[in-house]
């Protein structure tokens, strides 16, 4: 599949069969990720990959709270073979960067203007995502309810200092509906993009 393609075709996809995935083509999403960019090239990451059907049920039942999950949206996404959780780690990014060719040695937090460790982690999700629509599969980054992180933790024995930012199923994509968010629409380039000053809408030749 042609790049674009890949950039045209990916979408959210919350419903799948229950079809598994070949076990090269998870190899190659996961081996994907590695390329993200990352500061310092920290690589302040890691994956949980969930491709057995125990796994995947005891992510479900670790992350859903009492009372939900009956609904459709849940009944498509659970359908999924393979589940993975982007985790992100900043003491990782604090350290790397408090050796001497960075040169920071408090380790102050302040100092990085945005959280890196998630941003290149969200990085590598997205990296993911297009090599699952490569795949000719679909795929949904969702989040886990906060509520839930320490039973999800507990469940797969997540150490402390790594932060899920999301998971990601992964399957064989079947007939489902499209959000209804969608329906707001792409904003365009010129809603977008300010070229040169706030004030100067980008204009496509």
């Not at 081996?31 to 005891?58: C, E, I, K, M, Y």
């Not at 359908?79 to 790397?96: G, M």
């Not at 024995?157 to 792409?186: C, F, M, V």
Request: charged content about 25%; overall charge negative.
């Amino acid at each position: 599949m042609e790049f674009q393609d890949v950039v045209d075709r990916r979408r959210m996809v919350r419903n799948y069969t229950s079809e598994p995935i070949d076990p090269h083509v998870v190899e190659r999403i996961v081996t994907n990720a590695l390329h993200a960019p990352s500061a310092g090239f920290s690589q302040g990451w890691a994956f949980l990959l969930l491709d057995q059907p125990d796994d995947v049920v005891r992510f479900w039942e670790s992350t859903t709270a009492d009372g939900e999950g009956a609904d459709s949206w849940s009944e498509g996404m659970r359908r999924a073979p393979v589940i993975i959780v982007p985790l992100s780690c900043k003491q990782i990014y604090l350290d790397r960067y408090a050796e001497p060719d960075k040169g920071w040695i408090d380790r102050d937090e302040s100092r990085w203007p945005v959280p890196y460790w998630d941003i290149d982690t969200g990085m590598a999700a997205l990296l993911m995502l297009q090599t699952v629509t490569d795949e000719g599969l679909g795929a949904c980054f969702f989040g886990i309810p906060p509520t839930q992180t320490s039973v999800f933790r507990n469940a797969f024995g997540i150490p402390e200092e790594y932060a899920p930012i999301g998971a990601i199923t992964i399957g064989n994509r079947t007939k489902d509906r499209k959000s209804p968010s969608l329906r707001r629409g792409r904003r365009d380039l010129s809603q977008t993009v300010h070229h040169g000053s706030w004030q100067r809408a980008f204009h496509a030749q």
